[in-house]
């Protein structure tokens, strides 16, 4: 094979050389626009011979006969052998004569339009068919202008795949993907300017012309288990080539079942270029005439035939839940999902109701045996000068007055409950971890040393030790948080009360609460005569 290949290489490169460098065919057609040239193929007695006038003609429909010379037109360059446009043009369109001596030589030259959309024109293309897995070339060469080619490009379909000064040159195994329009662009330049030759391959890949013998998908008989009234649907899929057949054989001695049919088929072509074809065979509503029948798949080529049987059978009775009985069911479970859908939305809306009402009743006290003294440590935002503004008042005066007199808890606040001086630090620590709460009060103002050190250390306890837990209140708004230690923002959103002055008075009212809630359950003792929905803060 190879000792035969490289003679018959050799053969094709001469004869592309002396075809490609003289022009031997009558009809030529060449693009707007580029580099073109005639040349008169000399054979070897005529170039020993002496030479002799040597002239060029051009032969147009209107203006009969005309004589070429270097003077004719800026874009044409007369040599001996060889005419050249830099570049050609629509007007160049006619006949060329070649005289030599006696000897004369005539083409016809018809130029087209460039495709001004597209990086080739589709008029000038060289087609090539390619069997897949060969090898597919792309050779980028043109003898002629070699040597003035400063720069090739290879383009496929539009797309640069490849550059070079010298010969940019595509070679593999082909695949389907790899079809396409392949462009070389050759940059020429010539007395300055910059002229572009395009020669452009359309290559189709095609499947290898080996046939396979079809080969049906799954075992050669099937048994399908189907319920009576249903529809069901056989899918059988084979390899095979492009021309063979595959079809269902579904008829009896007397027609077909009017509930058979088979649909269109669908294909798809594999790497190597055969095809994975598949068709499906519909029943509808089953009946017992479709049971013990064998619809036959077969697939047909030149070369052998395979087919697959597929058998209905009965599904076995007992697997199912009857009709009603499941319909019945289902009302049931649907009624019980929207009761309980409906008990978890009251539940979530009532919570903190629910939770206090149950309190009530069950009469719980989660602190008799935590060994802590206080429910809750008082910690507020505040200038450092003590006993100043709202959040002063709030936290000294309102607090207390509710949650301690209300409800019969016991807060720690530090302005009210320590005494000046000794380790404040050391003792703050230690009133946080006999509380079993810790309630900030949130307001815009500047937070001093003290009050940080209570957020951290009670921050710490909360979100590393899980000794305690945190209530937050945002006593006026805080739009501005970054003061604030970065943990404070891990906390759950439902830990954060708003207090709403005009809202928030009555002791009924949402905040309080959801505040009774956040804090342990505690046996209450309202104070007498106190159990009247009153203002908490006086009017101003
Ligand atoms: C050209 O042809 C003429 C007559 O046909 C002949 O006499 C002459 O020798 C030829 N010239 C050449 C160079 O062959
Ligand atoms: C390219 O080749 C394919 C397949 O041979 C053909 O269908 C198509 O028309 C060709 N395109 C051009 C522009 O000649
Ligand atoms: C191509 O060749 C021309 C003339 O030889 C030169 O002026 C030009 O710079 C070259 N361009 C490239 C890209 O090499
Ligand atoms: C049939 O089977 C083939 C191969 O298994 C699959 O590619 C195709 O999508 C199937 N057709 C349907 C409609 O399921
Ligand atoms: C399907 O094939 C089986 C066995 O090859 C055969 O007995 C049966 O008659 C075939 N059915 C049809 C519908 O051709
Ligand atoms: C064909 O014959 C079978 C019994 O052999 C019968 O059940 C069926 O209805 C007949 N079909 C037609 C279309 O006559
Ligand atoms: C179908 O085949 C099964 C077993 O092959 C047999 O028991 C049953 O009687 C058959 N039914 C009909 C309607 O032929």
Redesign the pocket.
């Known amino acids: 094979m190879r000792q035969r290949e490289l003679p018959l290489t050799i053969l094709v490169l001469v004869l592309v050389h002396t075809a490609e460098t003289c022009t031997s065919r009558p009809h030529i057609t060449a693009v707007e626009g580029e580099p073109f040239y005639l040349k008169f193929c000399l054979s070897s007695s005529e170039q020993k011979s002496k030479p002799s006038t040597i002239r060029w003609y051009k032969s147009g429909e209107s203006h009969g006969r005309v004589g070429l010379n270097p003077s004719s037109s800026p874009r044409i360059s007369v040599h001996d052998f060889s005419l050249e446009f830099w570049p050609i043009e629509l007007d160049d369109r006619g006949t060329y004569i070649f005289q030599m001596g006696n000897d004369t030589r005539q083409w016809t030259l018809n130029v087209i339009r460039r495709n001004k959309n597209s990086c080739f024109t589709e008029k000038q293309v060289t087609s090539k068919s390619i069997e897949v897995q060969k090898v597919l070339t792309i050779p980028c060469t043109n003898s002629y202008y070699q040597r003035l080619i400063n720069r090739t490009t290879l383009y496929k379909d539009c797309e640069k795949i490849a550059e070079g000064d010298t010969n940019p040159l595509l070679q593999k195994n082909a695949e389907f993907k790899d079809q396409g329009y392949y462009s070389c662009v050759f940059s020429i330049h010539h007395n300055g300017k910059e002229f572009n030759i395009i020669k452009t391959f359309n290559i189709t890949i095609v499947g290898d012309n080996n046939n396979i013998i079809p080969a049906l998908l799954g075992p050669k008989l099937n048994h399908v288990e189907v319920e009576l009234g249903k529809d069901v649907q056989l899918n059988c899929s084979a390899l095979l080539n492009e021309k063979d057949q595959l079809y269902w054989?579904?008829?009896?001695e007397n027609g077909s079942d009017p509930n058979v049919h088979e649909e269109e088929g669908m294909r798809t072509r594999t790497s190597e270029g055969k095809w994975y074809a598949s068709k499906i065979l519909r029943i509808e509503n089953v009946n017992e005439n479709n049971l013990n029948?064998?619809?036959?798949c077969t697939a047909v080529s030149e070369g052998g035939i395979d087919?697959n049987?597929y058998i209905l059978l009965k599904k076995a009775p007992g697997a199912d839940i009857p009709g009603h009985v499941f319909t019945g069911g289902m009302i049931i479970a649907v009624s019980i999902s929207v009761v309980v859908v409906c008990l978890v939305i009251v539940g979530v809306i009532y919570r903190v109701d629910l939770v206090l009402l149950y309190r009530r009743f069950m009469g719980r006290d989660e602190t008799l045996t935590d060994g802590k003294t206080y429910d809750a440590f008082v910690s507020y935002l505040k200038e450092c000068r003590p006993e100043d503004g709202e959040e002063y008042t709030f936290a000294v005066e309102i607090l207390p007055r509710v949650l301690e007199k209300h409800f019969g808890y016991k807060l720690c606040i530090f302005e009210r409950d320590v005494m000046p001086g000794g380790a404040v630090v050391d003792e703050i620590h230690s009133l946080i971890e006999k509380s079993r709460r810790l309630i900030i009060v949130l307001s815009k103002r500047y937070m001093c040393n003290r009050v940080r050190y209570e957020l951290e250390s009670g921050l710490h306890e909360a979100l590393v030790e899980r000794k305690i837990k945190i209530i937050l209140i945002e006593f006026t708004p805080v739009s501005d948080l970054t003061f604030l230690p970065q943990s404070l923002t891990l906390l759950k959103s439902h830990r954060f009360l708003k207090w709403k002055a005009d809202k928030s008075l009555s002791y009924n009212s949402r905040f309080w609460k959801n505040l009774l809630y956040l804090m342990p359950a505690k046996t209450v003792k309202p104070a007498a005569g106190d159990s009247e929905i009153t203002p908490v803060l006086s009017a101003p």
């Open positions: 054989n579904f008829w009896r029948f064998s619809y036959n087919t049987s």
